[in-house]
């Protein structure tokens, strides 16, 4: 089957580094998205990778590897506004995308 | 430029009653979703369209019916809702789900909470 697993919550202070990391398995790849939603709004585009490596965006970079189904998103400098979910989502041989039920970061002063 | 919305916002029925849920989208896209979001578990997809007139069958369609008769909306209609369906409903547009360097961005609606009692 196909699968999409990530931590359900995380915690870090305002102004560290935290990373999200995110485990696939799908009946082929076509790539890998990350979004970000706020409590009670909808999901926004942050990144997408389809080649390994690190694809730099401003604050929301991410990283992939294909060989090991992996995945992460560094975010760094924290700010209170980055409190949200992040969700996972890889995109299948029929490009059908398979949802993480996301990561909740809170945000502590 | 209002991207996409989706009317009505919030909804309330009871067991049995019906109901349409309306999606536009103004970024002239050919494909279009629809998602349901429970706590604890991942968007999943209802019913999709890839393009007018055209839809598919997602992950859990059963109780869901659909229609895209213009490009810019997509309809998704409950028959006789069920506390089952109680969720967060997000539509979403992209260009195409088989762009050639990079598979399109969904763009998602503002969602629509819908209550069944």
């Known amino acids: 089957g196909q699968n999409i697993d990530q931590p359900t919550e995380m915690t870090a202070t305002e102004g560290a580094i935290v990373q999200i990391n995110c485990t696939y398995q799908?009946?082929?790849?076509?790539?890998l998205f990350w979004y970000q939603q706020h409590a009670g709004e909808a999901p926004t585009f942050l990144s997408y990778?389809?080649l390994d490596g690190l694809e730099e965006k401003g604050r929301f970079s991410s990283f992939l590897s294909r060989s090991k189904g992996y995945s992460y998103l560094p975010l760094k400098e924290l700010q209170m506004k980055d409190s949200a979910s992040y969700l996972c989502a890889a995109l299948d041989s029929n490009y059908q995308l398979i949802w993480g039920a996301g990561t909740k970061l809170i945000i502590k002063p | 430029n209002a991207g996409v919305t989706q009317t009505p916002k919030f909804r309330v029925l009871k067991t049995g009653q019906s109901m349409t849920l309306l999606c536009a989208q103004d970024?002239?896209?050919?494909?279009m979703y629809w998602y349901r979001q429970d706590p604890g578990m991942g968007l999943r997809l209802i019913h999709y369209?890839?393009?007018?007139?055209?839809?598919a069958k997602g992950e859990v369609p059963d109780g869901y019916n659909v229609s895209r008769l213009k490009k810019q909306n997509f309809l998704l209609g409950l028959e006789s809702a069920a506390p089952s369906q109680t969720s967060v409903y997000f539509c979403?547009?992209?260009?195409?789900?088989?762009?050639?360097?990079?598979?399109?961005?969904?763009?998602f609606g503002p969602g629509t909470r819908l209550t069944v009692l």
């Open positions: 990778n389809v």
């Open positions: 799908t009946s082929g790849f076509n790539g």
């Open positions: 970024m002239n896209h050919e494909y």
């Open positions: 979403a547009s992209s260009y195409s789900g088989r762009a050639q360097v990079i598979p399109d961005t969904q763009y």
């Open positions: 369209s890839v393009g007018e007139g055209t839809t």
